[in-house]
């Protein structure tokens, strides 16, 4: 069985922040899940909802926002958090935008080159086809090097 937390620890600490995933960490877990949109100039940050109402003093479209301006509001880039975790557990990694899809796979295979990460430490969820389509066709294409990814398939 896995213990993974979810958001980080959602439950003890603000959401999708480098504290919950730290406090995750303190906690045991073997993963954590987290999600991702892009920002303004194009920096895949760490927040759930497509907005920044829910989880900050101010409101609008993450999207609208550069990663600077978002890093003040204590959400983290996805590299922050890779650096944060270090090896320490598995990155569940949601898309929630398409156009976010490239650009995880691009960090995901730097870190794996650049800091010895593995393969198996990460997987990429998320309820978007195209993202899920996207996802597939790349692991095809690098079915040699044992990419292992987790694809939730959500059926209707």
Same mark, same amino acid.
């Given at each position: 069985?896995?213990?993974?937390?979810?958001?980080g620890?959602?439950?003890h600490?603000?959401?999708?922040?480098?504290?919950?995933?730290?406090?995750?960490?303190?906690?045991?877990?073997?993963?954590?899940?987290?999600?991702?949109?892009?920002?303004?100039?194009?920096?895949?940050m760490?927040?759930h909802?497509?907005t920044?109402?829910?989880?900050?003093?101010?409101?609008?479209?993450?999207?609208?926002?550069?990663?600077?301006?978002?890093?003040?509001?204590?959400?983290?880039?996805?590299?922050?958090?890779?650096?944060?975790?270090?090896h320490?557990?598995?990155?569940?990694?949601?898309?929630?935008?398409?156009?976010?899809?490239? &650009?995880?796979?691009?960090?995901?295979? &730097?870190?794996?080159?650049?800091?010895?990460? &593995?393969?198996?430490?990460?997987?990429?969820?998320?309820?978007?086809?195209?993202?899920?389509?996207?996802?597939?066709?790349?692991c095809?294409?690098?079915?040699?090097?044992?990419?292992?990814?987790?694809?939730?398939?959500?059926?209707?």
């Open positions: 069985m896995l213990k993974i937390g979810h958001r620890a959602k439950g600490v603000a959401e999708n922040t480098l504290a919950s995933f730290e406090k995750a960490l303190s906690l045991n877990v073997d993963a954590i899940e987290l999600d991702v949109h892009l920002s303004s100039d194009n920096e895949i760490v927040i909802d497509a920044i109402d829910r989880t900050t003093t101010k409101n609008g479209f993450a999207k609208e926002f550069s990663s600077i301006a978002l890093k003040e509001l204590n959400i983290p880039t996805l590299e922050d958090v890779f650096h944060l975790i270090n320490r557990c598995i990155i569940n990694i949601e898309i929630k935008d398409a156009n976010a899809t490239k &650009k995880v796979i691009q960090l995901i295979e &730097k870190f794996i080159n650049e800091h010895d990460w &593995k393969y198996n430490q990460f997987h990429i969820s998320s309820f978007d086809w195209v993202v899920l389509e996207e996802v597939s066709h790349y095809q294409f690098r079915q040699r090097r044992n990419l292992y990814w987790s694809i939730n398939r959500r059926l209707y």
